[in-house]
């Protein structure tokens, strides 16, 4: 969730500046580009070149930076609007107090003003000033003006006492930004299995029968189910694609049609939509040669038995999953793709016609129709695979909150 996105951290000057370092690291490893802005008093809890050495970037403190004898100007307003997400933490009660009022005598407190992006807050301070109806008065302030309050833990603080006011761990800010932001989007809390790519069936230790699938239409369609905030089970054949470390996708391998069989039904009982994109090999050689087959004179038989339809069983297993196929047809396209439509007790079929250019597997672009149990109908004009995949995703959606 957190992955390409651009994160503002404002660090402010409180001793639990020194968590920002984990946090640093923590957004880092969740593939995020961040960017650090602190106040001066935050630099005496923290130092700036161990945050600009894990952020990768350079840390800002003031609006002048002096350098080598020349003078730059640290533009706050294209800070600002470089973020996609902002997040004060440690946020002390003085700085608190200067957001809920707009005080702007630092390069923090303009970058905070500059700001369109969603704005998160992690108080920390001692448990007086924490309960102090001036401290509570901010928090209310900010939370009027849809900032977003992480709020602190309870626990031993820094002065010794104990109670309310210690800083969210960096583990505890992440979850808490990784449930926030998802929480509206329209997949959130939905458990998704797509199988994509081809599959590869042996005929001795080094041959195989296979087919000329990329597995970019299920891996794309992976994709964006975790960008709209699914849990996605991505069941794929041999390819060269991969996915995000930290994604929301849980990447399985396999290399068989039988061994996708048993990954589908292992996790198909608790998803809510299931995505058949894989080509998947309808026979495979009856007997695997244990030693590599030699060369003799004449020809060669290999006999074929058929593999399990995925589909098929998917459709027969059934309850409330939005189950999906796929059809790749060469005549009697809407007809055929109809009839398994039925036979594979689908809620929609995806045609694709070898007849129209560009359509099919192989390539970067398809052109589809999309299908649905009702044989409500709507056809799409030819597109690139990521754009197909957004269509899907729009007709999916709609009848899953139907
Ligand atoms: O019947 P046909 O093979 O044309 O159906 C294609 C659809 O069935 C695709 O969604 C494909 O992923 C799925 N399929 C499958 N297991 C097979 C063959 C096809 O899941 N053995």
């Known amino acids: 969730m957190l992955s ?3 994160i503002l951290l404002g660090i402010t000057g409180g001793i639990a500046a020194y968590k920002t370092t984990f946090l640093v690291r923590l957004l880092i490893k969740a593939g995020a580009q961040v960017k650090v802005v602190m106040t001066q008093s935050a630099g005496s809890f923290v130092s700036p070149l161990t945050l600009s050495t894990l952020s990768k970037n350079p840390v800002l403190m003031d609006f002048i930076n002096q350098e080598d004898g020349s003078l730059s100007w640290n533009n706050h307003v294209e800070l600002g609007l470089w973020a996609d997400v902002m997040i004060i933490a440690p946020a002390t009660a003085n700085t608190l107090s200067k957001m809920a009022h707009g005080t702007c005598d630092n390069l923090l407190m303009a970058t905070y003003l500059s700001a369109k992006c969603p ?7 001692d448990l007086d000033m924490y309960k102090h ?25 820094a002065s010794g006492l104990h109670g309310e006011g210690r800083m969210a761990e960096p583990e505890a800010i992440i979850q808490f930004l ?41 891996f794309e369609l992976a994709k964006q189910a975790a960008n709209l905030g699914a849990q996605v089970i991505l069941v794929s054949g041999p390819t060269n694609l991969s996915v995000l470390e930290n994604s929301n996708i849980d990447l399985v391998n396999v290399t068989s049609a039988q061994e996708m069989y048993d990954a589908c039904h292992e996790h198909y009982d608790q998803v809510d939509v299931a995505i058949c994109a894989a080509a998947v090999a309808d026979y495979r050689p009856k007997n695997i040669a244990t030693e ?66 560009g359509a099919g597997f192989g390539g970067s672009t398809n052109k589809i129709t999309f299908i649905d149990k009702n044989l409500e109908i709507k056809t799409f004009g030819l597109k690139t695979k990521p754009e ?11 009848r899953i909150h139907a």
């Open 4 to 6: 390409g996105k651009n």
């Open 119 to 125: 704005v998160y807050f992690a108080p920390a301070m």
């Open 133 to 157: 109806p001036s401290t509570k008065a901010s928090f209310d302030n900010l939370q009027s003006f849809g900032n977003i309050m992480i709020p602190a833990e309870s626990g031993e603080l």
């Open 178 to 218: 990784i449930k926030d932001l998802t929480k509206d989007l329209p997949l959130n809390g939905k458990q998704v299995l797509i199988t994509a790519g081809p599959t590869h069936e042996a005929i001795d230790p080094v041959r195989f029968l296979g087919n000329r699938s990329s597995g970019t239409m299920g």
């Open 292 to 357: 590599k087959i030699k060369k003799k004179d004449g020809d060669l038989n290999i006999e074929l038995e058929r593999n399990p339809d995925i589909l098929f069983s998917l459709g027969e297993k059934k309850k409330n999953q939005f189950l999906v196929g796929f059809a790749l047809e060469t005549e009697n396209e809407l007809e055929n793709a109809k009839g398994k439509l039925k036979r594979k007790n689908l809620d929609a079929i995806i045609l694709n016609s070898l007849k129209d250019e």
């Open 388 to 398: 197909v995949a957004s269509d899907i995703w729009e007709e999916i959606i709609t």
